[in-house]
């Protein structure tokens, strides 16, 4: 079946610099992708909607100058969280929609970040 | 973002009992779904139903919508150890049903 594939599966970075995280769909193209926030014990947060070939759309409250998406071709999405804090330590998971009728969404495995 | 809302959030029972988890939330749907997420890995998708369906089944997963309360629930039965995990609602308002508003999550543990 289709995959969605995330690199890192974790990171540890110090504050201040920038980190990139990938989303990838291994066995199909995905115009649209989806990134989420999920703090420790709470739910998962849309941060933004990544649309291949042109600006991403974010949620309300998300800074797009800090969260940088970029999805530059139809299997990949990228997540770079600039400048960052301990304040932004979380697990990143992002999906993809699959082309079944029901639609089907493809969750990557997640990235988890610490900044120190 | 509108988050809607599960009980419990936390759920503690024995092998082969059956666990009830809610989900109410506050906006129309097209769809609402149930995923299963283990401690620190990604999500697994459960079960899909449409606003027009009111019960689906699926092995030992039965999940029911009352779009008039906005509210669902997902039946675990025969429970097995192996389904400690937690459990989130999500609920998707275009027909592309792909851009996804999760509940809080119910922290499932199945004790042998």
């Known amino acids: 079946g289709a995959v969605v594939s995330q690199h890192p599966s974790w990171v540890i970075c110090k504050s201040g610099t920038s980190v990139k995280i990938e989303c990838r769909s291994l066995?199909?193209?995905?115009?649209?992708m989806f990134w989420y926030r999920q703090f420790p014990k709470q739910s998962l947060m849309l941060m933004a909607t990544?649309?291949?070939?042109?600006?991403?759309?974010?949620e309300q409250g998300v800074e797009k100058d800090k969260f940088l998406i970029n999805h530059a071709s139809l299997t990949l999405s990228t997540l770079t969280v600039t400048s960052a804090h301990p304040e932004d330590s979380s697990f990143y998971i992002c999906?993809?929609?699959?082309?079944?009728?029901?639609?089907?969404?493809?969750f990557g495995e997640g990235s988890w970040l610490t900044v120190v | 973002s509108q988050q809607g809302e599960e009980d419990p959030q936390a759920l503690s029972i024995q092998e082969g009992e059956n666990a009830t988890m809610n989900c109410s939330y506050k906006?129309?749907?097209?769809?609402l779904q149930w995923y299963r997420q283990n401690s620190g890995r990604g999500l697994v998708h459960l079960i899909l139903?449409?606003?027009?369906?009111r019960e689906k089944h699926s092995g030992r997963l039965r999940v029911t919508l009352d779009t008039s309360k906005k509210s669902s629930s997902l039946l675990i039965t025969a429970s097995r150890a192996a389904d400690t995990a937690s459990y989130f609602c999500?609920?998707?308002?275009?027909?592309?049903?792909?851009?996804?508003?999760f509940g809080e999550g119910t922290q499932l543990t199945v004790n042998p």
């Open positions: 066995d199909f193209q995905a115009t649209t």
């Open positions: 999500a609920t998707a308002k275009e027909t592309s049903g792909s851009r996804l508003t």
């Open positions: 139903i449409r606003s027009n369906e």
């Open positions: 906006t129309s749907i097209n769809n």
């Open positions: 999906s993809a929609p699959g082309h079944e009728t029901p639609n089907t969404i493809y």
């Open positions: 990544s649309n291949e070939g042109s600006k991403a759309t974010y």
